[in-house]
């Protein structure tokens, strides 16, 4: 049941450890508390270690998922940007959309027929 009798058994073999034989042997003797306590240690260490694994085996793919998702994001910001700022490519960055030029156009007229009644408005008082 326990270790105890095997270590005292041990000690007491070799001279040197003699002295620690009778510690060993008092050690033995547990009162009805000390097996209590020692019981309510080990279901205490025992439920500890239950714990720590679930946590464990919980969080471990979530780890794992966190970093490959990272890692694909980095590598794929990178190849964006290397082709973002590929040489010879500067030209088509400077290229206006046929929607965008259209709507600015508009946008610039609207612009211009409001200042021009504006000024029409301040010519009359208004």
């Given at each position: ?11 007491s073999s070799s ?112």
């Amino acid at each position: 049941q326990s270790l105890l009798p095997s270590v005292a058994a041990a000690a007491s073999s070799s001279p040197k450890q003699s002295k620690y034989a009778s510690r060993i042997q008092q050690a033995q003797r547990l009162t009805s508390a000390d097996e209590m306590q020692l019981e309510i240690t080990r279901v205490l260490c025992d439920s500890y270690m239950e714990i720590v694994v679930s946590r464990i085996a919980d969080i471990m793919p979530k780890i794992i998922m966190h970093e490959l998702v990272n890692a694909v994001k980095s590598n794929i910001q990178n190849e964006l940007v290397t082709r973002l700022y590929r040489v010879g490519s500067e030209a088509s960055l400077l290229l206006e959309e046929s929607s965008f030029r259209i709507q600015r156009e508009s946008v610039t007229k609207e612009l211009q027929l409001a200042r021009a009644c504006v000024a029409a408005a301040d010519a009359l008082g208004l």
